[in-house]
C-alpha cells in the first residue's frame, strides 16, 4: 500500500522557518520523482519544488526561490522540505507527491499523495 505522509507544518511569525517531511512508504522510492504541492484557500493547488530519483536536480517555483531548499534520504524514503524566510502567501496546505522518473509541474500526473499538511504564517 503506497503512503505519502507529511509532517512538520505549524504556525510561523513572517521570516521563520519550518521544516517539512514526507516519509513515504509502498512504492520503490528510488525510481520515484518527488514534488512538493501547495495549496491556499480560493486558489488552485501550485507546484512548489520537485526533486529527481537521484536528487541531483531540483525545480523550484519562482516565489520559492532562494528561501526553500528540497532534499531527499533515499536511505530512510523520506523526502524534506526546509523553508526560511517565510511570508504570509506561503500560508497552504502542503501536500507531497511521488510519481515515475522525472519531474513536472503538472499534478495530475502525480498518482500518489499524501494528506497534506497546514502551514500558517501569521504575525
Known amino acids: 500500500q503506497v503512503q505519502l505522509v507529511e509532517s512538520g507544518g505549524g504556525l510561523v511569525q513572517p521570516g521563520g522557518s519550518l521544516r517539512l517531511s514526507c516519509a513515504t512508504s509502498g512504492f520503490n522510492f528510488d525510481n520515484y520523482a518527488i514534488g512538493w504541492f501547495r495549496q491556499a484557500p480560493g486558489k488552485e493547488r501550485e507546484g512548489v519544488s520537485c526533486?529527481?530519483?537521484?536528487?541531483?536536480?531540483?525545480y523550484y517555483a519562482d516565489s520559492v526561490k532562494g528561501r526553500f531548499t528540497m532534499s531527499r534520504d533515499n536511505a530512510k524514503n523520506t523526502i524534506y522540505l526546509q523553508m526560511s524566510s517565510l511570508k504570509t502567501e506561503d500560508t497552504a496546505v502542503y501536500y507531497c507527491?511521488?510519481?515515475?522518473?522525472?519531474?513536472?509541474?503538472?499534478?495530475?500526473?502525480?498518482?500518489?499523495w499524501g494528506q497534506g499538511t497546514q502551514v500558517t504564517v501569521s504575525s
Open positions: 526533486i529527481t530519483t537521484s536528487g541531483t536536480k531540483l
Open positions: 507527491a511521488a510519481k515515475e522518473y522525472s519531474c513536472t509541474g503538472l499534478d495530475r500526473l502525480y498518482p500518489y
